[in-house]
Structure formats: C-alpha cells, structure tokens
C-alpha cells in the first residue's frame, strides 16, 4: 500500500498540466499518455479448488500501467496528392508487483510446481529442448511483447519488458483508406465478455477480460495491413457504402491468447499442479510394480503442459473482408466474414515420450517419462452480420448480431486427451508385452474435434432520467443478450466438455474400473478418462449483460453497475465508483463479485476483490 499511495501523491503534484503536449507550432504532432497504479484485495476465502488458497484483505495484485502515444500528420510535410499522411505509435507498459512483494504464497507456488510447462512452434516434444519453459514470472509480472518479447530462437529480438501496443501508419487518398502497422480489429460484440469478438487474441493473464481487467486493455492488437474503400455515398436506398478488408501476416504474427498456468497466479484457472493426479495414479500401483516399471525402466513420470504456438507461416494468416451500409437512412448494417485462430486452445494428448527413460536410453537414461499434453491453437472461420437502428416505440437503440463460427477447435475428453493409449507407446508396449501384457493395437495419441458454432446478440440501449435518483443528469443503459448454441453437439450427440477445465477434486482420469481392484500391471489397460470430470459445455449456452452509469457532481463522480448473469446459474457484478478530481486525476473504486455454478465465470466464483485505482491523463 505505500507503492499505492507514493504513487497517488506523485500522480497530484504532476497533475497541474491537462493539455495533450504539442511538439510543433502547428500542432500537427500530440503527445498523450495514461498511467495508473491499481491495488487489489481479496475479500473472501478460497474454495478448495483454488490454489494456492487466499484470505480477506490479502494483497492479490498491485499493477502499475503506462501507456505513452504519440500521434502525427505528415501530409503538411510531403509533396501534394495524397489527401492524409499520419501515424500513430502507443507503447504498453505493465508491472504486477504480486511476486516481488505482498502476498507471497503466489511465488512459493510459481516455485514448487512440479509438472514442467513448455511452448514452442515445432511439432517435437519438449524433452528435444528445441522449446523453451515458460517464464511464468515474467508473462505474468510485465506481459511483454508477443512479437518482439520472445527469444525462442537464436538470433531473435531480445526480450522487451513492454509491448509496442500500436504502431501504424495511414494514407488515404480519394475513396481509398489504408492502415499499415499494428492495430486492433474488433468485429463483433465486444461489451464485456468478448464472445462474439474474437479477430484479435486477448490478454489471459488476469483470468476473465472484461472482468477484472477493461476489455480494451486486455486486446492484443496485431501487425496487420487494412484497407477500406468507400463504395457511394447515396444509392437509392443505401447510402455510406463501404468495403473493408485486412491481412495479418501469419509469417509475421501468429499471436494466440496465452495459455493459463495453473496456480502460477491470483488469476490462474481453479486446478492444482497437473503432477499431482500424475502422483496420485502412480500412489494406487502396488509397490513392487511401482519400482520395477515406473522407477527402473521409466525412470518416473512428468506431467508436461506444451504450449503448442501456431508456426509463423503464412498458412496461419489471418484475414477478413466486411461491407456495410445504411439502409433507409436509419439502419447500419454490415456483413463479413473472417479467419482467425480461435480464441480457446484446446489440450491434446501426445504419446508416452520414453526417449530419455532407461527402458530406451538403457545406462544413459535419466528420466524421468514425460506424459505430455499439447494445447492447440486452430484456425476457425467465421461469418456474420450485424444491423442496429433507433426505436421510436421502445426510445432506444436495438442492435443485432449473429456470427457463425466454422470447424472450431472442441474439447470432447475421450477425443482429445484418451489416457488409456498411454501404455500403447511403442516402446512401451513391446516392454509390456514382454512381461504378459496384451494391448489392443490403435492410435497412441488424442485428437481434435471440431465443432460448429452459431453465437448471437440481441442488445437495447437508451439514455433516459430517473428525477428521485439524480435530479440533474440522465442514465445510461445498455443491456444484451449474448448465446451459443453448439450445433456439433445438437445434431450428432457428441458430448462436448469446456476446453479441458477439470471440475473440483477430480483428476480426470481413472486407473481401472474399481481402484480397490487394482492389482497391478495387467490393469493398466483399464485406464481411462472420465468425461464427467471436466465441466460441462451445454449445446446453447446465453446470458444477459447489462451496465448502468450515470453522472454527479457536475461529471466528477461517475458511479457504474454491471451484471453478467448466466441463464443456468453463474453471476459476476463488477461495480465501480470513478472520481474525476481533475481533467488529468482520476481514482476509481471497483468491487468485483462473483458467484453460481462451476462454469464460465463461475469458476471464478472465489475471487471476489475490491481495487483501488488512481489514474493520470495527458490528454
């Protein structure tokens, strides 16, 4: 709390000066920036599920945020015929001091995990160490660059501690309008959760964008080439015709949403150390076997998490086209279509890797077996559209939304991570087979189901005056209802889980069909998953989410509700207080609560936390 409020006085003695900085007379060059420093507190106690577990009025997070812009028109400066010349360049700057000081069973967890997490872009297992571990302390505490703060290969940019968030130049010249650089696309319903949104990845670091970290904050933008053409400006019934297009370079930037590690943070996704069910199974083999296969001729067993990140290859380019118009002078509607890496990776287990076991590497072995499963990141292709217009009847805005998500990567347990292939890695087997034990012949590895889904908005909007409750300004109201409906699952049956989260206590896997019954290496064939251990993903999924802000004190105190309420039982409500003390100085309170079933945001339902922010503007 001292960092807070050093921060809070440094943020009043610099906020005399409102005004954006000009570096030229003619103003032609900006300078803006935003900083703040946020601290956030626990406020009630962990579920079992959560590790490492929390108490009241910990410290969870103290995030201090910088992001300087600089912006130019070049046109005044260059020879005629181009109608508009500017650039923009806006730098990220994150630091999370949660493992530096603070509440510090989150770094003695980070330290103690004992299943080894790995990412690379080669289909080869970890154990080649052609794949780096990933640096958790590091995504989490600076999040740095996803392009430039990798050094997965010799010769690659050294790490940056920060992110070149947008960097971009434009040029337009008659109906011709071209964005070249780093930017954001957002297509789609993005209000809180961003379900319908998905051109560009998203920060996951602090579990749920949208809830405990502002929407825009958490995109990630991209190195992308845009265009925009303007088709007429009155056609009949159509006027303000567009079309929009835009390539991201998959050789370039092939940038995926990060995969959670789990009890590496305050925000990690609600499992223990995925080496404890690697444990636990080995626990109910009786002793004899215990040493004899699992010790001397695997050499152990490790549970490996390997991040499998798309190749930069312009195979993995994403891009998209959108045309628009508004019809009868009151409906703007759009339609396009996109392809894109989808948002939720989804595990898949990869063979028993043996190549460092003694019962392969023979005297040179020195183990231990790596049981690994593989996040994969695919492509899905998307098309939809969207029209909004003003309702006299209902004095308000009405927007609609339908998208329809094509071949997106799925989680079925049985598919992707079939543990009872386990022992049918060759080396493996032959081994059994040695010693008595017959395994059916067939696939050694899971697989990726696909599945198409249809997701939709239905949102309302509206300004209107509540006198008894503020006398003097009006509301703002802007409530949607947002679905899924998974349409794999309704016409073929197939019983889809949500992308590998297991539910509470359970492992995920069982040793046989009775453990009690387990006598030793003739019932390794029984092993098997157990799709009722990981959390259900229902064929049509929906929820409603709606915010409330208004205005007093002449605009200097904004208070703001939001709800995010499941149709089958999750609710999340973050409220805040914003306090504009000045132009440049703004605090801001914020209660994050949660609760309901465990499922999407419910399997945040033990993280509530109230936060304090104090913000600077150079604006």
Request: aromatic fraction near 12%; charged fraction near 20%; hydrophobic fraction near 40%.
């Amino acid at each position: 709390m001292r960092a807070l409020a050093a921060a809070a006085l440094l943020l009043a003695l610099t906020s005399r000066r409102t005004d954006a900085f000009f570096l030229d007379d003619a103003h032609d060059f900006e300078l803006r920036a935003r900083a703040y420093t946020e601290a956030a507190l626990a406020t009630e106690h962990s579920e079992p599920q959560t590790t490492p577990g929390r108490a009241p009025l910990q410290l969870i997070s103290h995030r201090t945020f910088v992001s300087p812009e600089l912006e130019g028109k070049l046109a005044p400066y260059l020879p005629g015929g181009l109608d508009d010349v500017s650039f923009r360049l806006a730098l990220w700057g994150f630091y999370d001091g949660i493992y530096d000081y603070g509440t510090g069973q989150y770094d003695r967890a980070r330290q103690a995990l004992k299943a080894r997490f790995t990412e690379g872009r080669t289909d080869t297992a970890p154990v080649t160490r052609t794949d780096e571990l990933r640096d958790t302390r590091k995504i989490y505490t600076y999040q740095p660059d996803p392009v430039l703060g990798h050094d997965n290969d010799p010769g690659e940019v050294a790490d940056l501690p920060f992110r070149i968030n947008e960097a971009y130049v434009n040029v337009a010249r008659g109906r011709l309008f071209l964005r070249l650089g780093r930017q954001a696309i957002s297509w789609g319903e993005s209000d809180t959760i961003a379900l319908l949104d998905q051109s560009n990845p998203f920060n996951l670091t602090l579990g749920l964008p949208g809830v405990f970290q502002d929407i825009d904050e958490a995109r990630i933008p991209l190195w992308t080439v845009r265009g925009t053409w303007s088709l007429f400006h009155d056609w009949g019934r159509l006027s303000s015709g567009f079309v929009d297009a835009y390539l991201v370079p998959g050789s370039i930037d092939a940038t995926v949403s990060q995969t959670p590690i789990p009890t590496a943070s305050p925000y990690s996704p609600p499992e223990s150390d995925p080496q404890q069910f690697v444990d636990t199974f080995t626990a109910f083999i009786p002793a004899a076997v215990r040493n004899g296969l699992i010790k001397a001729a695997l050499g152990g067993l490790q549970f490996v998490q390997y991040d499998h990140l798309p190749a930069r290859t312009m195979g993995n380019s994403r891009y998209g086209a959108r045309v628009g118009a508004i019809v009868d002078r009151d409906y703007t509607t759009s339609l396009w279509f996109y392809r894109t890496i989808a948002q939720a990776p989804v595990p898949r287990f990869l063979p028993l890797d043996l190549s460092r076991a003694p019962l392969v590497a023979g005297a040179r072995g020195h183990g231990p077996s790596q049981i690994i499963t593989e996040t994969v990141h695919g492509l899905t292709t998307v098309f939809g559209g969207s029209v909004s217009f003003y309702s006299a009847p209902v004095n308000g805005i009405i927007r609609g939304e339908v998208e329809y998500f094509l071949d997106e990567p799925a989680f079925i347990p049985s598919a992707n991570i079939p543990f009872e292939r386990l022992p049918r890695s060759p080396a493996l087997r032959r081994f059994l087979a040695l010693a008595g034990v017959r395994l059916a012949p067939g696939p050694i590895a899971g697989e990726v189901p696909h599945a198409d889904f249809f997701r939709w908005e239905l949102g309302y909007d509206r300004f209107f005056f509540l006198r008894r409750l503020n006398p003097t300004n009006s509301f703002t109201f802007v409530t949607a209802l947002v679905g899924s409906w998974n349409l794999s699952e309704t016409f073929t049956r197939d019983d889809f889980r949500s992308y590998g989260q297991r539910e509470p206590a359970d492992g995920g896997l069982r040793p046989g069909a009775n453990v009690k019954d387990l006598k030793g290496i003739p019932d390794l064939p029984k092993l098997h998953t157990v799709p009722s251990d990981f959390v259900d993903l229902k064929p049509v999924e929906s929820f409603i989410q709606s915010t409330l802000q208004t205005d007093y004190l002449h605009g200097r105190l904004t208070p703001r509700v939001t709800a995010i309420i499941n149709l089958r039982g999750t609710y999340a409500f973050p409220l805040g207080l914003t306090y504009r003390y000045s132009d440049a100085l703004l605090f801001d309170l914020r209660y994050v609560l949660l609760a309901g079933g465990f499922f999407q945001t419910g399997l945040f339902r033990d993280r509530d936390q109230v936060s304090a922010r104090v913000t600077w503007l150079l604006s």
